[in-house]
């Protein structure tokens, strides 16, 4: 009887040890993640991964290799939680941060299209501010103004609750040009400083930026309604050594 309990025991140990071990794995993904440890994080997801196919590491997989930068490794991933893990928790997630590894890699088309899909494949999704938010910003980089309106309304009358509201408003603030930034000052004599600098060659403006009890001087080249014109001074810029940006 005592042999019979022992190995009872020993099953259900060896049933549940690889729940344990996925959470103490989980644990230290999180912890290096928080830290900004991404490459230690990438390394534990990937040695769990060779014995545990598991949703919520492939998850973490995908969103380290995104902030890596290592857009096309991250996809693999969501796209395997959307095979393999249609009733996993991150299921959703996955759906938004596959779209987002093409909007972080500059493919306006391409997120643009999974973003819509996601809308109309999945209407009762919960994360649909966050796609109004990122259709919008996909939209003002194209220079497609009028949807990008479109976009800011349905989140400022749908979801003016939403934390993705608060992020549109300083989409809203942007008008409807590109420019592109150069500088970005708490202190506005610097600000005065680098706008006199290349006041001269270009026609530069300053914006104050008032952030709860911050102000930030802007200091923006332009406005172009055409985004290649934008490009153009931007990479002149780049040239001539300035932190350049293109906004938005």
Known sequence: MVRLILRYLLFCLILIYPLFSHADTLSKVKESYLRGEYNEAKFF???????NLNANILYFAG????KLGEFSEARSYFRRILQDFKDSKVYEHALIKLADTYFL????????GLYKDILNRYP??????????RLAQVSAKRGNWEDKNKYLKILRENYYNSVE??????LQKM??????????FSN???ALALLKEVSYKYPAYLVEDRQESSIFYKVRVGKYVDRLQAERVFYKLKEEGYPARIYP
């Open 165 to 170: 509201s608060k992020i549109a408003e300083e």
């Open 105 to 112: 890699e500059g493919n306006w088309e391409r997120s643009e």
């Open 63 to 66: 969103i380290i290799c995104t």
């Open 188 to 190: 506005r004599s610097n």
């Open 45 to 51: 997801c990937l040695d769990e991964l060779k014995n």
């Open 175 to 184: 008008d409807n040009f590109f420019t592109v930034q150069i500088g970005a």
């Open 124 to 133: 009762h999704i919960n994360y649909k501010p966050r796609v109004y938010l």
